[in-house]
């Protein structure tokens, strides 16, 4: 059974469009959601965070969460060059002491 | 602005020989964690840790792995025999609660 399934992408937008990033998970008791970037050869990095049903907005970076459908999402607007990484969704399941469970990552290129 | 740190950057290793990946996570965090990836694949729990014990260890973490806190700075992971499956990312990570925060990580490669 698969945990957090992501859109397998590759993802192209040019630059200045929004980008979509789509996850659902499975386990209903999920309680915690986040989005890392991961640039080519480098570790994840936390960009948002999302605990509640509905939106959270940070700068350029909107994540949605829908419980009820067990879907979080991504949007990034203005997309720029810099922003061409693999994103990755990951799932605190709630019952544990914080494990993160990671989707497969949706690899994203902004072209100029 | 306080980071995770991990030593070192890369390490090889003979199949069955021991290694000691060690990390540094932000100083006012209680909760510690490791994970692994493996090239190409998704990130992968393997341990977290907090007040001094595991709090909770993934099927990977085998009798071949441990983890240590030696200090009040830093975090370890020993991994006792390894084996070729054994290359990786390994990437720690630490938080307060709720958000991890990963170190830079050690790529292992065991030949």
């Known amino acids: 059974q698969k945990e957090v399934e992501q859109n397998s992408g590759p993802l192209s937008v040019p630059e200045g469009a929004i980008a979509s990033l789509n996850c659902t998970y499975s386990?209903?008791?999920?309680?915690?959601f986040f989005w890392y970037r991961q640039y080519s050869g480098k570790s994840p990095e936390l960009i948002m965070s999302?605990?509640?049903?509905g939106d959270k907005e940070d700068g350029r970076f909107t994540a949605q969460l829908n419980k009820a459908s067990q879907y979080v999402s991504l949007l990034i607007r203005d997309s720029q060059p810099s922003d061409s990484a693999t994103y990755l969704c990951?799932?605190?399941?709630?019952?544990?002491?914080?494990?993160?469970?990671f989707g497969r990552g949706t690899q994203l290129t902004v072209w100029p | 602005e306080p980071e995770v740190t991990q030593t070192p950057s890369h390490q090889v290793t003979q199949m069955g020989q021991e290694v000691i990946l060690r990390c540094v996570p932000i100083?006012?965090?209680?909760?510690f964690y490791w994970y692994r990836q493996i090239l190409g694949q998704k990130v992968e729990f393997l341990v977290s840790?907090?007040?001094?014990?595991?709090?909770?260890k993934s099927e990977i973490f085998d009798d071949q792995f441990s983890v240590e806190r030696p200090d009040g700075s830093n975090f370890t992971l020993k991994i006792r025999s390894t084996k070729l499956e054994d290359s990786a990312m390994y990437f720690c990570?630490?938080?307060?609660?709720?958000?991890?925060?990963f170190g830079p990580g050690t790529r292992l490669t065991v030949t």
């Open positions: 386990d209903r008791v999920s309680q915690s």
């Open positions: 840790f907090y007040n001094n014990e595991i709090s909770e």
């Open positions: 990951a799932v605190d399941r709630g019952s544990t002491l914080g494990r993160l469970y």
């Open positions: 999302i605990y509640s049903n």
């Open positions: 990570a630490s938080s307060d609660w709720g958000e991890q925060y």
């Open positions: 100083s006012n965090h209680l909760y």
